[in-house]
Every structure is written in C-alpha cells, then in structure tokens.
C-alpha cells in the first residue's frame, strides 16, 4: 500500500521543481560570458564592491557626512551587480537544494559552503573586535553595527567569490546541446 505525500512533502517537491526549471532557463543566459576569464573579472568586480561596503562603513557618522553614502550605495550597486552575474554563471551550485545537484556540483557546493562558513566566522570576530575599537568613539555603538553588516555581506559572497575564481570553463559542446533541447 503506498502512502501519498502529505500536502507539506507535496509543496516542497512542486518548490523544488520550480527552482530547477528557473535554473534550467537560467543555464541558457549569458552563453559567451561562461568562461573562467568573465568570472574571474566579475570576482575582482565583487572583492571590490565589498571593500567599497567595508570602507563605507569606516567613514559612518564621521566627516564629511556624504562620503558614507557614495562609498557605500557604489559598493552596493557594483557589489550587487557582480554577485547576481555570479549567480548566473556558476548556476545550481550557488544556490540550489543538493536534490538538484549531480555529484560533481555537490562536492563543489560543499567545499564552498565550509570556506564560505570559515570566512564568516572570521569576519565576524573582526567585526566583534572593531566594534571593541571604537566603543568609546562618538557613535560607536552604531559604527560598529555597520561594520558588522558590511562584513556579513562580505562573508555572504565568499561561495560565490570562490567558485567563480575556481570553477573551470563551460563545456562548449554541454551548452550547445543544451541550447538544441530548447
């Protein structure tokens, strides 16, 4: 006797499948760009829209008072754009359930995810530590508040950083068949 699905295992598979066949579409955008050369260039693009983050949050509430917004929405903007083409181009491995991944993409999901994790860790008690600095500074409370969001965004793209950085180029011939199913 089988036993159907209850209605929370349904919803789960009918979620599931809709993320795979976004990221099936997904797969076929940006075809000239899947190259280790374009996802390495979108990296330098996404380190420096985090630092852009960082240095703005050194400058909150100090002097002049507009530095903190410029430097702060260009390394959102720039940040922001980088890591969605990031997202793109590295396709499940950056963000889909392990049901949807083969094994090659599992293993590199994981080895992300634990780097991702370490760097987090690590930013976080840099962002402890600097909020321990400027305590006592005019505004420190909220500086560092700052800091910590700048560096848990920093820490967010990490798996990103790293398989765009790592990943090898595309299969050509993978894509074009790909592109033929459509």
């Known amino acids: 006797m089988t036993e159907q699905p209850g209605r929370l295992a349904a ?13 099936r ?8 760009w899947r190259t280790r050369k374009h996802r ?19 400058r909150y ?3 002049p008072r507009w530095v903190f917004p410029a430097i702060w929405l260009s390394g959102l903007v720039i940040g922001g754009v980088a890591f969605l083409l990031l997202r793109i181009l ?22 992300v995810t634990y780097i991702g994790y370490q760097a987090l860790s690590y930013l976080m008690v840099i962002a402890l530590l600097y909020s321990l600095f400027i ?14 969001s700048a560096l848990l965004v920093t820490g967010t793209t990490i798996p990103a950083v790293v398989l765009g950085w790592s990943l090898p180029d595309d299969d050509p ?4 068949e790909g592109m033929g199913n459509d």
Request: net charge negative; no cysteine; glycine share 8%.
């Open 90 to 111: 590295t396709g499940r491995m950056s963000g889909s359930f392990s049901r949807l991944l083969d094994e090659r993409e599992r293993e590199w999901r994981h080895r």
């Open 173 to 176: 011939e993978d894509f074009e």
């Open 61 to 63: 509430e100090l002097e």
């Open 135 to 148: 305590a006592n500074t005019e505004e420190g409370g909220v500086r560092g508040a700052m800091m910590l």
């Open 40 to 58: 390495r260039a979108l990296v330098a693009v996404l380190v420096a829209g985090d630092l852009a983050l960082i240095a703005g949050a050194t």
């Open 11 to 23: 919803y789960w598979e009918r979620q599931l499948d809709k993320l795979d066949e976004r990221e």
């Open 25 to 32: 579409r997904r797969a076929l955008h940006l075809p000239r």
